[in-house]
């Protein structure tokens, strides 16, 4: 399959956006809120939200993308190519068919609307750059506003409506570690998040461990802190990158979950293949760090390494 490069310099804004007004939170504190409160069906969440309306001015359809905005943009825009170049990324890296269950991106132009509508529609909730939701007929919907992190909100949260597209069920660490996996823009998917691999080289040295099956037993986002998010992208990046081995384990669980709920869960998979599961996570992730730098490439097959260092 062809590969287009990934945009990774800032997007241009298209005519209409504006630039955010001030500081919101990071997204991925509450990204995803499935079968919870928050999953209330699109239209009530308009019908609360008064006159502060969704963006439906324009709307642009590419394969399971539909766009709605206040603001025209163009199908060529490199933000609406990045996101057709994902989704074929997540099915070939995680082998899971192209699905064709819609996603509605609601792409407000300013993040004062954005925020008035999302009070008004969700006032349990506290605003966030963007939101994933999944009502409770299943459809799939992203909330956000058109900002400087626009790329790398969308990436994350598309990952997101790609996943519950795809598969019957996602665990919540395993959604947001995917998530994280796929929102860092690069040629290939895989490239290291600095932040996240500099975190864990310094808790690392602090004695710190990691705890897959803690991370399993988490259900609520509400629960997950922003360890948990750096410690779920570990693991992803680990399973796919780390051997041809622990790839397989990831990608048939990932199988397994395209009709179940419940299957056997990744820490017993692993720990079943690799009693030492613990040091060689941790092995990997020091690499991750290391001084030369750590290149994304297509993960290997057996007898193949799934990335290198630069030197």
């Not at 990045?82 to 996603?103: C, F, N, W």
């Not at 994933?132 to 994350?156: C, G, K, M, N």
């Not at 790839?247 to 720990?271: M, V």
Request: aromatic share 10%.
């Amino acid at each position: 399959m062809s590969r287009a490069a990934i945009t990774t310099e800032p997007l241009s804004e298209p005519r209409g956006a504006a630039r955010a007004v001030g500081a919101v939170p990071r997204r991925w504190f509450l990204a995803v809120a499935v079968g919870a409160g928050l999953a209330t069906a699109t239209g009530c969440a308009a019908t609360r939200a008064g006159k502060v309306g969704l963006p439906a001015k324009h709307s642009l359809q590419a394969d399971q993308l539909l766009v709605l905005s206040d603001f025209k943009l163009s199908p060529e825009h490199p933000l609406i190519r990045d996101l057709i170049v994902l989704r074929r990324q997540v099915a070939e890296r995680l082998d899971l068919p192209l699905g064709s269950k819609q996603i509605i991106v609601y792409l407000f132009s300013d993040e004062l609307t954005y925020r008035q509508f999302w009070h008004a529609a969700y006032p349990e909730y506290p605003i966030r750059r963007a939101y994933f939701v999944q009502s409770p007929d299943r459809q799939l919907a992203v909330y956000t506003s058109w900002s400087d992190r626009i790329q790398e909100d969308l990436r994350h949260e598309f990952t997101h409506g790609l996943l519950h597209a795809a598969l019957h069920s996602v665990p919540l660490w395993l959604d947001e570690g995917l998530a994280e996996y796929f929102e860092v823009a690069g040629d290939e998917p895989g490239a290291v998040n600095p932040k996240y691999s500099d975190w864990l080289a310094t808790a690392i040295q602090n004695d710190w461990r990691p705890d897959l099956r803690r991370l399993e037993q988490l259900e609520k986002v509400a629960q997950m802190k922003q360890p948990d998010y750096r410690e779920s992208w570990a693991w992803v990046h680990f399973m796919l990158h780390g051997s041809p081995v622990t790839r397989q384990i990831l990608l048939t669980h990932l199988q397994e979950l395209q009709t179940t709920s419940a299957p056997t869960p990744l820490s017993d998979k692993l720990q079943k293949q690799f009693p030492d599961v613990e040091t060689r996570f941790l092995n990997y992730v020091a690499t991750l760090n290391s001084t030369g730098g750590w290149i994304a490439t297509q993960p290997g097959r057996a007898g193949h390494d799934d990335g290198h260092r630069t030197q």
